[in-house]
């Protein structure tokens, strides 16, 4: 049986990729310090034997006596209410966390996967986004701390893989929904989905023409596990590529839930991306991976969970 263990496995994803991996027959050591993630998220694995649970700050050095096949490094704040608010653990994840799990991953001679990002790109001059472009980024702006804390995780892994050999895999993860997300979350979909199911105005800012596209758990951690079993030592974008403006997507929500609510709109925040699109052909090509969940059969799941 192999063993995975798990940075950030009490988040969103972290939690789905837990149960996923369980469910495949792997042994998953869950860490977490609980800073954004839930307990809650963990909760119905616990009573399995072949699952534990680490409360732990990855920023600082992580011992584990005992053998491990695969380092799944997913820990950060990833909703810009989270990183804005406590921006120094933000980057002390991407840097101090990405370093020591690399370390662990070298002494343990695991194969390391690293949970990336599509902010790696930006606010992009180029739509879709293929894995090749480097991105249009403020290192300096509010989202600095996540974008750069990502995008140096990155360049270390790369280090990792070139200087000491370890075997390595990216995922640039694109947007992200499903049950388990937090309800303050604040990111779009909680939003809207919490604001329409109490019929209060849904919030768009900007003039909601900006795009986003929205992936289903369930299809992101399958796209996740395909890669952490292949042999891709290079960046894969993993993300739905139907595209939606963010006016769009708040009447899809308002539509499904039935909901009075009306549309406001507010200034759009700094540094927010006017257009988010992956281009995903790699992870077709090398994964034979694309999402299969459509946004209405998603959303309506989502809705059901927040019910």
């Known amino acids: 049986m192999k063993t995975v263990l798990i940075t950030g496995g009490a988040g969103f994803i972290g939690g789905h990729l837990c149960e996923l991996l369980l469910n495949k027959g792997f042994r998953v050591i869950c860490m977490d310090n609980l800073i954004t993630g839930d307990k809650r998220n963990i909760e119905h694995l616990k009573a399995d034997k072949n699952f534990?649970?680490?409360?732990?700050?990855?920023?600082?050095?992580?011992?584990?006596?005992?053998?491990?096949?695969?380092v799944l490094h997913f820990a950060s704040p990833a909703s810009p209410v989270d990183y804005q608010k406590i921006p120094i653990q933000t980057l002390k994840a991407g840097s101090l966390g990405t370093h020591n799990t690399l370390g662990l991953a070298l002494a343990k001679k695991a194969k390391y996967l690293l949970a990336s990002t599509s902010e790696v790109y930006g606010d992009p001059l180029v739509n879709p986004q293929?894995?090749?472009?480097?991105?249009?980024?403020?290192?300096?702006?509010?989202?600095?701390?996540?974008?750069?804390?990502k995008r140096?995780?990155?360049?270390?892994?790369?280090?990792?893989?070139?200087?000491?050999?370890?075997?390595?895999?990216?995922?640039?993860?694109?947007?992200?929904?499903?049950?388990?997300?937090?309800?303050?979350?604040g990111r779009v979909v909680p939003n809207f989905v919490t604001q329409a199911l109490s019929n209060k105005p849904i919030t768009v800012y900007?003039?909601?023409?900006?795009?986003?596209?929205?992936?289903?758990?369930?299809?992101?951690?399958?796209?996740?596990?395909?890669?952490?079993?292949?042999?891709?030592?290079?960046?894969?974008?993993?993300?739905n590529p139907e595209e939606h403006t963010i006016k769009e997507f708040a009447e899809i929500v308002k539509e499904l839930t039935e909901s009075k609510s009306g549309i406001v709109f507010k200034n759009l925040p700094t540094d927010d991306p006017h257009v988010?699109?992956?281009?995903?052909s790699?992870?077709?090509?090398?994964?034979?991976?694309?999402?299969?969940?459509?946004?209405?059969?998603?959303?309506?799941?989502?809705?059901?969970y927040f019910k």
Request: aromatic share 10%.
């Open 206 to 239: 900007g003039d909601g023409k900006q795009t986003r596209s929205f992936c289903y758990v369930s299809d992101l951690i399958e796209g996740i596990y395909k890669l952490m079993l292949s042999d891709i030592n290079e960046p894969v974008n993993v993300g």
């Open 276 to 280: 988010r699109h992956p281009n995903i």
């Open 130 to 149: 293929p894995e090749s472009y480097w991105g249009n980024v403020n290192p300096v702006g509010p989202r600095g701390c996540y974008d750069e804390a």
């Open 152 to 185: 140096f995780a990155e360049a270390l892994v790369m280090a990792y893989h070139r200087i000491h050999k370890v075997d390595i895999r990216i995922v640039r993860i694109f947007n992200t929904y499903g049950p388990r997300m937090r309800k303050d979350d």
């Open 282 to 304: 790699k992870a077709k090509k090398e994964l034979g991976w694309e999402p299969k969940i459509s946004l209405e059969a998603g959303i309506k799941k989502t809705i059901e």
């Open 52 to 70: 534990k649970f680490i409360n732990h700050d990855v920023s600082k050095h992580i011992t584990v006596d005992e053998g491990i096949d695969y």
